[in-house]
């Protein structure tokens, strides 16, 4: 047994340089409200936390919060007014409540922009339609494919047919001007497009600027560099979907997801101000590092990670 738990760590030296970090510490990140900033508005998978149909100890114990929101961002534009949302989660009431908490603007939102069609990502659409709120014309900000998915299929053609949503086609690596200070820009990623194409966004404020990927299928299965995108900005929302290969019984060439695991492990050597930037979203229940009791949580904090926290803001 010693023998094989040697051949293990051996061949991970991620792992050990979790099991031992010891000197390096970084808590998670709050700041206070700017004129542009973004508000963390979930953190879970799709299903959100806690999961359907699971009676494992993950969802049955008290493990910190009794629910975890699926995984959205909200964008804040104080000077002009404006509020957007990063995807349409089921979650959607709660989400836009906590977004325009106090704020006096009648709009419910300025504009919604989805990454795909997984179920987390846009069935909360559904709340603006005939059954629920009867939106008038909320913009939604769409890839080709996604938008004729919506075009095609109900009960999403009804929300436009009725006016409750405005269709705003997207496409790759084209800036979304939303005001002077805030340009927000679509990004192919590689994922599972049974129904439509999957992107990231990059979100540049007057002076800083963030990544958001919550689902993505491989880092080395994208044309970009991880590293270097990271590099590029001040904050980067990634997927950690999962921590390692070995959370559920199912073959993860269904679900791929990048593992947290091997994401630090490709930032292991980079400078502590690179890792800091990496905020970790997009948890399933399964994930370890969702139970803020898990001593593992404090070991990737002090390898200088951080993970997204509902509420935090990170000005623009």
Known sequence: MIINLLSI?????????????????CSEYKTSNNNNFITVLGIAQDAGYPHIGCKKDCCNKNIGDNKYYITSIGLTDIEN??????????DIGEQIKYLKSGVANKKLID????????????????????????????????????KKFLESNGPWSQLISL???????????QNIQL???????????????????????????KNKSALFIPDIDKWDLWEKSIIDEVKSVDYAFLDATFFSG?????????????????????????????????????????????????????????????FAKFGNKYNL
């Open 163 to 173: 006016d409750n949503i405005d269709l705003k086609e997207i496409n790759h690596n």
């Open 246 to 306: 070995d959370e559920i019984n199912r073959s993860m060439k269904e679900i791929p997801h990048p593992f947290v695991l091997k994401t630090m492990d490709i930032f292991m050597d980079e400078e502590l101000s690179t890792k800091n930037k990496i905020h970790f979203i997009h948890f399933n229940h399964t994930n370890p590092l969702l139970n803020k009791k898990n001593n593992l949580r404090d070991s990737v904090l002090k390898l200088g990670f951080n």
């Open 9 to 25: 760590l051996r061949k991970n030296k991620l792992l050990v340089f979790i099991l031992c970090a010891t000197i390096f510490s």
């Open 81 to 90: 007014d404006k509020y957007y949302l990063f995807e349409a989660t089921p």
């Open 111 to 146: 504009g919604i922009l989805l990454t795909h069609a997984h179920i987390g990502h846009y069935s909360g659409l559904m709340y603006l339609g005939r059954e629920a709120l009867g939106a008038n014309k909320i913009p939604v900000y769409t890839m080709p494919r996604m």
């Open 179 to 205: 005001s002077n200070d805030l340009i927000v820009i679509p990004f192919n990623v590689p994922h599972r497009d049974e129904f439509s194409e999957t992107v990231g966004y990059k979100i540049i404020g």
